[in-house]
């Protein structure tokens, strides 16, 4: 099959797990044989090994994305204009900025992209879709998130072609919206979801929170968990000497540092004086100050010393991260839709302490390797960590049962062949309708 993907870009200042989920299954399908280009939005792509998307330009520029939502007299800025504005160094720079990952402030441009041709970035629209053209008629055309249902219209239109749409951790952007805002996002939601031929959700978790903000047949609706390729994780020795806590994630307070920092406190006080903290996973600009809150409260405890931020967090530093762990958790307070840090943790014999929140649940029923625990607050993350810390062969025990389920259930080729599986229905679907 010839496959487009249609990927939103974050400009690599942080650990993304939607690129990570993304650029493996291009590398999924390209393994399997199929023709796969790779289409960025907004900033340049992050992703592990950035040859996959060689040769596409980027569309809808973040910055020309801006200024021409609200701006009316930049939507005729000459095009030379534009394409400075859609250079690396600038985009390199708005990717470092403060704001590009936050809904508030960015309701009205949300909404204008999702209305695609009637919204203010039909012009972005046409380049995108005149380029399609240009690259020969694919299979299908596959747009990372919900939030880029407004493209496929016009897709459908011009290509003919089926039309599939990722689902994972949409939420978070639209849980962060102005209230007055939420119901128009989700009526034109609703209303674009029409044009898609499939939905696929990451996990049956949020599948069904999906359901409360598209409604969408069920029909339509497939769960393809997240698949990365694995090789390279070898099993850590959870030596616990000293024990040390990981943390893969943007380090924010909206994926629950500041109960994990707490949790940590917690635990130097208690049994563990000699435990060690290390976290990676970036920031961005809205993260400096919260970053350097955090850092006065180790302070003030005397723990800072016992805390390393790894600022390197590509696909090889990541596996040397995981070699020193003992444990990993992102105790995110409402949960995830999957949750990538999940499969690389445990790929690597790491095991992992998550609240009872998201599909947090759902993924560790099914592989084992780590505890649930709840509420989610420092105290009870804490507990967890320490039933893990204080018994160290029932934990390896737990991490070897983890890494061999994640190793059969999670790898590279079991989500490319699963998502092949997809196109393939929603192909013969549409060939079944055009001879109808």
């Not at 747009?143 to 407004?150: K, R, Y």
């Amino acid at each position: 099959m010839r496959i487009i993907e249609i990927i939103p870009g974050t400009g690599g200042s942080f650990y993304c797990e939607n690129c990570v989920r993304d650029s493996a299954l291009v590398k999924g399908l390209r393994k399997l044989g199929h023709d796969v280009i790779m289409v960025p939005l907004y900033l340049p792509l992050s992703i592990d090994e950035p040859g996959l998307a060689e040769g596409s330009p980027l569309f809808f520029g973040a910055i020309n994305l801006y200024l021409k939502q609200m701006y009316t007299p930049f939507r005729k800025a000459p095009q030379w204009i534009q394409n400075v504005l859609d250079s690396a160094p600038f985009l390199d720079f708005a990717a470092k900025r403060a704001g590009s990952t936050r809904a508030e402030g960015l309701e009205e441009m949300t909404i204008s992209m999702l209305k695609g041709e009637h919204g203010n970035q039909a012009a972005e629209l046409d380049q995108l879709i005149q380029w399609l053209k240009s690259e020969g008629k694919p299979d299908v055309v596959h747009l990372a998130n919900a939030l880029l249902l407004g493209l496929a219209r016009r897709i459908k239109q011009e290509l003919g072609v089926p039309v599939v749409c990722s689902l994972q951790d949409e939420d978070f952007w639209l849980d962060h919206m102005n209230p007055e805002y939420v119901e128009e996002t989700k009526h034109v939601l609703t209303d674009r979801a029409r044009d898609v031929d499939a939905f696929i959700s990451v996990s049956q978790y949020f599948a069904t929170k999906m359901q409360t903000y598209i409604q969408m047949p069920s029909d339509r609706l497939f769960i393809v968990p997240i698949g990365l390729d694995l090789s390279g994780y070898e099993p850590a020795s959870l030596e616990m000497n000293p024990p040390v806590i990981g943390y893969l994630s943007r380090l924010c307070a909206a994926l629950g540092l500041d109960i994990l920092i707490d949790a940590f406190i917690l635990l130097k006080k208690g049994k563990y004086p000699d435990l060690k903290l290390h976290l990676t996973g970036g920031m961005t600009g809205d993260d400096k100050k919260y970053i350097a809150k955090m850092k006065r409260k180790l302070k003030k405890h005397g723990f800072l010393k016992d805390v390393e931020i790894l600022s390197e967090f590509d696909r090889e530093h990541r596996i040397e991260f995981f070699k020193l762990l003992s444990v990993l958790t992102v105790p995110v307070p409402e949960g995830e839709a999957f949750g990538t840090f999940q499969v690389e943790a445990l790929a690597a014999g790491v095991p992992i302490a998550q609240p009872n929140k998201g599909a947090f649940p759902e993924f560790i029923h099914h592989v084992g390797g780590g505890l649930i625990y709840e509420p989610n607050d420092a105290t009870h993350l804490a507990e967890a960590i320490q039933k893990l810390l204080s018994d160290p062969e029932r934990t390896k025990a737990i991490a070897r049962k983890g890494r061999e389920k994640v190793l059969k259930d999670y790898c590279l080729d079991c989500m490319a062949r699963n998502m092949a599986e997809v196109y393939q229905r929603v192909l013969s679907v549409s060939k079944t309708k055009e001879r109808g």
